[in-house]
Structure formats: structure tokens, C-alpha cells
């Protein structure tokens, strides 16, 4: 049996505007309870032009980028899935990457996970530090995304608490607690153990039947230009991008050695992935 996702609904996501929300009130609210959080008009300081094709043209040097191409449009599954080639990889100019995935040939095209100190300087200028995080946090990781049409990215976690910003665009996002690991078949075994053994966007119920109970709580989400999602480490994520768009995205902590703190989780969900009260304990402060 297979399970089609519905469009967002009307879920209890926690959505506010950032001039409602200060560092400390987010701290307190979200941070310390790991609660994901929608904030509105999150970038109004940032350059408006940011992530055109005309944008990129003006910038000061033109890179060469890896741009992924799958015609599925669906990215980083699990090795085991048939049912999804890996993804060709290019290498090209920025500016010619930018005009490809704006054009109609740019569907199922991808600049993922680009490093921002990769960018031409100019460009890193335009991109601001995240409002909320305070002098106590540290940025651990910052990344530069730009796709076209039909890029999907598949239900996974990450270890580090994310601020994704959308900058251009739309993307559809899709939440679940991490109270849901069992049910969503995590990949143990495998070189990609963050990733679910699910195919979020056609799940096989026969094959995968604790699925239906993550997706009773699902938490559905749309991202606009000007929002930041706060993805504290731990919660399931997929994600849908139906139109060009850009993204960027900090992976941030409380001054922890990230890197440190990636090996010890990785090693506990393999070495101990039948103590699922260990993945509770990890991601879990209150």
C-alpha cells in the first residue's frame, strides 16, 4: 500500500515574527526545549536581489560550483533504494548554474550544500548572521543551497541545531519528533544512518508499517522568502522545493566542538541502535 503526502495542512507548528521574538526569548522557549519554530521576516536587512541570476552576474568572482542533477529529483537517498539513481554530478560556473536552474531545463537541478566561505566575498557580505543566535553560540557549519524545479531532499536528522533560512522561493517542509526513530526506519547499517529507509514522498506502507504512526503527527510546513525555520538536531526532516529557490543554512551550537559531538552520536546510534533511549538522552536537553 502506498501513502501520497498531502499538501501542507494546518498544523500546531509555532510560527512568530522576529521582531516579536528576542535571543533570550528564543533561547527560552525553543532552544532549551528543542521546539521547532517558524519566524517571519527574518532577513529584511539583507540584500534583496540576493540569489537572482542578474545578482550572481554582478558578483566579484564566478566560482565554480558541483551542481547535482537527478532526474527523480529526489537527493541523498539511502544506497540501498533501487528505485533512485545517484545523481550526476557538474561542475560549472556559478552564474551559468544560476541561469540553468532558473530556466525550464533547470528541474530536478542542484547546488547543495556549497559552502558559504566558498562564495565570492561579496556574496558572503550580503548574507547576515542569523539575528537570534547570540555571542554564546557558535557557528559550526554555514551552507549555500540554489535548486530548480522538483528537488526533493529525503526524510533524514541532523546532529546540530539548524537555522534554515529561505531566501527566494518557496520549499515544503515536513516534520516529525524523534520520538517517531522507530517508525521511521532508520538507515543502521549503512555509511547514511540519519537517513529513513522510507520513501517520504511515496512511502510503502506494506513494507514499512510503523510509518503510519510518524505521519499521524507529522508537522507540515511552508517556507516563504524572508523565513527561517529553527530544526533543533534530532527531528526528522524531508523536503519538497516545487520552484527555484534558494536557501541558507547554519548549523550552530553552544560553543560544543561540533565535529566532537558528530563522532560520539554517530558511533552511539550505530554501536547502540538497540538503546533507543540513548537517541532520546542525545537529543533531548529538558
Known amino acids: 500500500m502506498l501513502l501520497t503526502p498531502t499538501r501542507p495542512r494546518a498544523d500546531n507548528m509555532a510560527v512568530v515574527d522576529l521582531s516579536e521574538l528576542s535571543q533570550a526569548q528564543f533561547d527560552e522557549a525553543f532552544?532549551?526545549?528543542?521546539?521547532?519554530?517558524?519566524?517571519?521576516?527574518?532577513?529584511?536587512?539583507?540584500?534583496?536581489?540576493?540569489?537572482?541570476?542578474?545578482?550572481?552576474r554582478s558578483r566579484s568572482r564566478n566560482p565554480f560550483v558541483e551542481v547535482q542533477h537527478n532526474p527523480h529529483g529526489i537527493f541523498n537517498v539511502v544506497t540501498d533504494d533501487p528505485a533512485i539513481a545517484?545523481?550526476?554530478?557538474?561542475?560549472?560556473?556559478?552564474?551559468?548554474a544560476a541561469d540553468l536552474i532558473y530556466s525550464e531545463a533547470g528541474s530536478g537541478h542542484y547546488i547543495r550544500h556549497c559552502k558559504l566561505y566558498r562564495m565570492p566575498k561579496d556574496f558572503r557580505a550580503d548574507v547576515k548572521r542569523p539575528a537570534l543566535l547570540g555571542p554564546d553560540k557558535t557557528i559550526a557549519e554555514s551552507n549555500f543551497w540554489?535548486?530548480?524545479?522538483?528537488?526533493?531532499?529525503?526524510l533524514h536528522f541532523d546532529y546540530?541545531?539548524?537555522?534554515?533560512?529561505?531566501?527566494?522561493?518557496?520549499k515544503y517542509l515536513t516534520l516529525f519528533h524523534p520520538r517517531h526513530y522507530d517508525n521511521l526506519y532508520p538507515a543502521l547499517g549503512t555509511r547514511l544512518p540519519f537517513m529513513s529507509r522510507v520513501?517520504?514522498?511515496?512511502?510503502?506502507?506494506?513494507?514499512f508499517p510503523l510509518y503510519s504512526h510518524a505521519d499521524a503527527e507529522r508537522v507540515d510546513i511552508e517556507l516563504r522568502g524572508g523565513d527561517t525555520l529553527y530544526?533543533?538536531?534530532?527531528?526528522?526532516?524531508?523536503?519538497?522545493?516545487?520552484?527555484?529557490?534558494m536557501s541558507v543554512n547554519y548549523w550552530w551550537n553552544d560553543g560544543t566542538d561540533i565535529t566532537t559531538a558528530d563522532r560520539v552520536r554517530k558511533r552511539a546510534t550505530n554501536v547502540l541502535?538497540?538503546?533507543?533511549?540513548?537517541?532520546?538522552?542525545?537529543?533531548?536537553?529538558?
Open 160 to 170: 546540530g541545531d539548524n537555522f534554515l533560512i529561505q531566501v527566494r522561493g518557496r
Open 146 to 154: 540554489l535548486n530548480g524545479s522538483n528537488c526533493k531532499t529525503p
Open 231 to 245: 530544526i533543533p538536531p534530532g527531528w526528522w526532516h524531508a523536503v519538497d522545493c516545487p520552484e527555484p529557490s
Open 31 to 56: 532552544y532549551r526545549t528543542q521546539t521547532p519554530v517558524l519566524i517571519h521576516n527574518s532577513i529584511a536587512n539583507w540584500n534583496t536581489d540576493l540569489g537572482t541570476p542578474a545578482y550572481f
Open 86 to 96: 545517484k545523481p550526476k554530478r557538474i561542475s560549472m560556473r556559478l552564474t551559468e
Open 199 to 207: 520513501n517520504f514522498f511515496t512511502p510503502d506502507l506494506a513494507k
Open 273 to 286: 541502535r538497540e538503546l533507543r533511549d540513548v537517541y532520546i538522552r542525545l537529543f533531548h536537553r529538558n
